[in-house]
């Protein structure tokens, strides 16, 4: 079955990066369109990023923009965010989502086909 398995979340201070990964299994990875979601305490679920099948486009939440950036590797099944600069309202649950859709990379998490159970990132002020 597909399983999507993220990693590298962990406490951090202001300004501090960390790098989020997620390992995907029983899927063709290159097939997906993949992207990050969060969810806060008591927040719905949002976009972060996204990145389409071939790594050529990418999208990005305006909160994050200038600050994270996605990747994609299909030669190992993985796909990276690299967070730079992190603030106290980074805080959250990341989740990673694959999307089978061949248009380029979407934002609305509801038309994701896979997640991941997430990672938790805490940044302290």
């Known amino acids: 079955q597909v399983q999507l398995v993220e990693s590298g979340g962990g406490l951090v201070q202001a300004g501090d990066s960390l790098r989020l990964s997620c390992a995907a299994s029983?899927?063709?990875?290159?097939?997906?369109?993949m992207g990050w979601f969060r969810q806060a305490p008591g927040k719905e679920r949002e976009f972060v990023a996204a990145i389409n099948r071939s790594g050529g486009s990418t999208r990005y939440a305006d909160s994050v923009k200038g600050r994270f950036t996605i990747s994609r590797d299909n030669a190992k099944n993985t796909v990276h965010l690299q967070m730079n600069s992190l603030k106290s309202e980074d805080t959250a649950v990341y989740y990673c989502?694959?999307?089978?859709?061949?248009?380029?990379?979407?934002?609305?998490?509801?038309?994701?086909?896979?997640w991941g159970q997430g990672t938790q990132v805490t940044v302290s002020s």
């Open positions: 029983g899927l063709t990875f290159s097939n997906y369109a």
């Open positions: 989502a694959a999307d089978r859709n061949i248009q380029g990379p979407r934002a609305v998490g509801s038309l994701y086909d896979y």
